[in-house]
């Protein structure tokens, strides 16, 4: 009875070792997601464990991180979506719209480098964005998933992330806009 | 959008992204070189993703990963063979031989269904009902007991056509079986039967998708791809290639867990299908959805 609890036990050893490093940014997507510190932390639970119980289809040397925020979006999107009534996220049609004359006034790109903004303020434009385009850039431009990886946690297609990252990109430059300008910057030609 | 460079706004995140071959590269960036207002979009997600790599990451629990260690044994101990009573260890082999020379006495579940498309195919299993509408078989079903809630989905948007079903019986398990149709009379049967995947013969391809098993079988010139769905075991068997065979029986397991179970949003359909899908149903189809 020795042999498969040494093996268990192995398996276990080699899933800590592998998965295990990842979940503060498992911690951190789930709390951007949810915004709620109970159900990011019972859906990082969740993701952890269901992720032990397939690891045998886990193939080594693939993106583990990846793997397991392909497993937390889909808990996510099964369980706690359903249940939680969202403010209503803004409207990311209007935010884009504004996107051609908020370039404009941006000026000159050596302006758009400067921090102008905290970053309680990019996590609140973040936020405000509704889930399926906030999903898509916390894997791409956060956690740096492929758009073929992203596409995969997503369960949608590489253009369908494409498009959205887009979209989402747009928004939450016209919100880091308005940070922007509320901090005192106006316009181009005040600028030294 | 009215903005003149509007055609370029995709293809500057492309570039940004490094999603261009070399021809499209040189070309953006040609673009880039003379237009101002391009570059100042191109600097506009470099702002953007600036901020958000800024982020510090959310602090996590102390005991978050204590608690995840805990977890992980207990459910090491959950499934560890038990020591202390090996006549139990011994009834318990017994009944898994009792269950295996059951198993072995019928034909196994992977060429059972195989045998069911088959005969389909071939026109000597026909359906009990012919319709479209999935609610209206789920209803059937229900009204002829299969003892189960079944769930029928609409395939349509993947090119696939529900035909109708019937109350089947696979390997001696009573099942719900119903069939769709894409072009070309590609077709897609499925079954769906109280039971567990553990009682699938060795051998199988395994395969992960959102933290789903699914076990893929070739047999008599079919692909047979079977999943867990609660008490339920599901199984979709055709003759398209392993891999779109593969990302149907994705899309309806991924449609199950989902709280509407529709298909209609595009953020549920996994990459594969929509290809699959669009492929089916031509290239006006490939447009981005999102």
């Known amino acids: 009875m020795t042999a498969p609890d040494a093996q268990a036990e192995e398996k276990r050893r080699r899933f800590e070792e592998v998965a295990l490093p990842f979940l503060r940014a498992i911690h951190t997507v789930a709390w951007r997601l949810t915004h709620d510190a109970e159900e990011s932390r019972d859906l990082v639970q969740e993701t952890y464990l269901r992720a032990y119980r397939t690891f045998d289809a886990f193939r080594a040397g693939t993106n583990c991180k990846a793997w397991l925020l392909t497993i937390l979006y889909s808990i996510f999107v099964n369980r706690y979506r359903k249940k939680r009534r969202q403010p209503l996220a803004i409207s990311i049609e209007e935010l884009e719209k504004q996107f051609p004359s908020r370039l404009e006034s941006a000026g000159p790109s050596d302006r758009l480098s400067g921090r102008l903004w905290s970053d309680r303020e990019v996590e609140e434009a973040l936020a405000a964005l509704p889930e399926d385009f906030r999903a898509a850039v916390l894997l791409v431009d956060i956690e740096e998933l492929s758009y073929e990886e992203a596409a995969t946690a997503l369960a949608c297609p590489v253009g369908t992330v494409r498009s959205r990252l887009f979209r989402a990109r747009k928004a939450l430059f016209v919100a880091l806009q308005d940070y922007a300008r509320r901090a005192g910057y106006r316009e181009p030609t005040g600028m030294p | ?290």
């Open chain 2, 1 to 290: 959008m009215s903005d003149e460079h509007v055609h370029l706004d995709m293809e500057i995140q492309d570039l940004f992204d490094g999603r261009l071959d070399r021809a499209e590269r040189e070309r953006v960036e040609a673009h880039l070189a003379e237009c101002a207002a391009c570059r100042a979009r191109r600097d506009a997600l470099a702002s953007v993703r600036g901020a958000l790599q800024g982020l510090p990451p959310a602090p996590a629990p102390e005991e978050l990963g204590r608690e995840i260690r805990r977890r992980l044994e207990e459910e090491l101990l959950r499934r560890r063979p038990s020591r202390r009573f090996p006549v139990a260890a011994l009834l318990a082999a017994a009944a898994v031989l009792i269950i295996v020379l059951m198993l072995a006495s019928r034909k196994d579940l992977p060429s059972a269904a195989a045998g069911d498309f088959g005969r389909y195919r071939g026109g000597t299993l026909s359906l009990e009902l012919s319709t479209s509408d999935p609610h209206e078989l789920e209803a059937f079903f229900s009204q002829r007991g299969v003892g189960f809630r079944t769930r029928v989905f609409d395939l349509s948007t993947m090119g696939y056509r529900l035909i109708g079903g019937r109350v089947h019986t696979l390997a001696g398990r009573r099942t719900a079986l119903f069939v769709y149709r894409g072009e070309g009379n590609r077709t897609v049967l499925c079954e769906m039967f109280l039971g567990q995947t553990s009682a699938l013969p060795a051998g199988a391809s395994r395969h992960e998708h959102g933290g789903i098993l699914f076990s893929l079988y070739r047999r008599e010139d079919s692909t047979q791809v079977f999943w867990q769905e609660g008490e339920v075991t599901c199984v979709l068997v055709s003759d398209l290639t392993p891999d779109e065979t593969l990302a149907l029986a994705y899309a309806k397991a991924m449609k199950a867990a989902s709280p509407s179970g529709t298909i209609k949003t595009p953020r549920s359909v996994p990459y594969a299908d929509r290809r699959i899908a669009a492929r089916l149903r031509g290239p006006a189809d490939e447009r981005d959805p999102g």
